[in-house]
C-alpha cells in the first residue's frame, strides 16, 4: 500500500478518499498507466479575466494598433484593481483542478513548472495565457514549453525584455533564461549573457499578451554565444541552450528532488537520467515513464522524504477528509500565512521548497489546520501584509474561518471493516507515508479522541492523525 500511495502523493495531490477502494486494488505499475491515461486529455482554458480587462486592454476596433495603444493612469489603476481580483478567481480554480481533477498528473506537473517558470505579473491575461501554456505543456516536450513560455507576455514583462533594446541592452531575460530555466549557475560566462541579451532585443509583446518582435529594437551584429559567431535571433539562443546536456541535467536535478527525494540526488542516477532525457529530445513524460518505472523511485529512503508544500499540503487534505469548501476565498489566506501563493512567487527562482516551508510560525498553523477545519476555527494572520499578494483577503487584519461541509461517508467506508482496537493504526497507515513505528502514540490519541461512538472516534482520531509532524511529509 505504501508504494501505491507513495505514486500518487509525488505523480499527484494523495489518494482521494472517495476513490482509494478502486485505486487500492491496482498494483503501483497499473496505478502509474491509469495516471498518465486519465492526464491525456487536453486540459481547459481557464478564462477568468473580466470582461472590462478584456475592453481595456483590447480596445474596440484597436486590435491592429494595439502596440501603439496606451492606458492612462486611470485605466491602469482599474485594469490592476480587476487583474487582482480575477486572479483571486484563477488561484482558487486551480485549486478546485488540482483537488478534483483525474488529471493528477497533469496539474502536478503544472504545478512544479509553475515554481520553475516563475513570473510574479498582476495582468490576469498574461498569468491565464502562462499558466495554459504550462499546463498544455506539462507532459509534453520540454524545448516546445520553454519556447512558449520565453515568448509568453508574463515572462517577457516580469524580467523586463521590453527595455531590451539594441540601444541599450537588458541582461535580465537572458541571464535568467540561463541560470533558472535553462543551465543552470556555472554553465556560461557574462559574456555569453551579454551576448545573448543582444539576440532577444526586440522581444515584446502586445497589450493583449501576444508576441511580438519589434525589428527596430533588435541587434542585428555579429554576437559570439558558447563559442558560435553569428547573427544570432533569441530563437537561436534557446536552440543552443537545448543542444547543452548541461541543460538537461539542470531540469532532471530539479524535478528529480521534487518528485523523488529533496536531499538525496546520487549524481549517476541523475547523469543517466538526463542522459535519456536529451536523447529523447526532453521528452517529459519518457522521463516521469523512467522515473515511475524504476525500482529506486520506491526505495524505503524515497518514502516520507519529503516535505509537503502549503498547495500540497492543503490539496492533500481536502482530498483525504474531503471537505466542500463554503468560503473559497479563505484558500488564499492559507496560502499566504503558509508561505505559498499561487501566482505569486517570491522572486524569478520560485519557491526554494524543502526545509525552507517549516519554521516555528508555519508549522504550529501546519499541525492546527486540520483541527481549525474541523473546528472551524479562524486563522490569524500576522506580519506585513500584501494586498496584491492576499488578493483583498487580508485587509481586515482579522482571523479568517474556513467554513467547510465535512462528508464523512467515505472515510468511514474504508475503515468499515477495521477493528476498533486497530482503527488508530489503520488510520495511520493511510494517513501517513511513514509507517507506525513501536513509540506509536496510542495514549495521546486516546486522551484527545471522542470514544463516545465508533463514529465519534473515527473521525476525531482522523483528524488527530492528520494534525502530526508525520503527516507533513510524504
Known sequence: MKQLQHLLWRMGFGPQTETWPQWSTLTPA?????????????PAYFDVADNAVKGLVMGVGEVGKMERRKLDQAQRKRLREQSRDDLRNLNLLWLEQMTHSKAQLREKMALFWHGHFAAHNINILYQQQLLSIIRENALGNFADLLRQVSKSAAMLAFLNNQQNKKEHPNENFAREVMELFTLGRGNYTEQDIKEAARAFTGWSFRLDGQFQFRPNDHDTGSKTIFGKTGNFKGEDVLDMLLERRETAVFIVRKLYRFLVNEQ??????????????????????????????SAWFYEPENIGANIKSPVVLWVGIRRALPIQVLNPEAQLVIQKVLGQVLFYPPNVAGWPGGRSWIDSNTLTLRLRLPQLVYGQKALEVRGKTDDDQEMGQGRTGKGRKVEVALDWAPVEAIFQGAKTEDLFFKIAEYLWQSAPTRDFPVEVLEAHTDPRSRESLLHTAYIQLMATPEYQLF
Open 30 to 42: 497499473e496505478a502509474w498507466r491509469k495516471l498518465k491515461a486519465d492526464a491525456a486529455a487536453p
Open 264 to 293: 538525496k540526488a546520487p549524481e549517476a542516477r541523475i547523469l543517466q537520467l538526463a542522459e535519456r532525457f536529451f536523447q529523447s529530445q526532453y521528452n517529459i513524460l519518457a522521463l516521469l515513464d523512467d522515473i515511475a518505472g
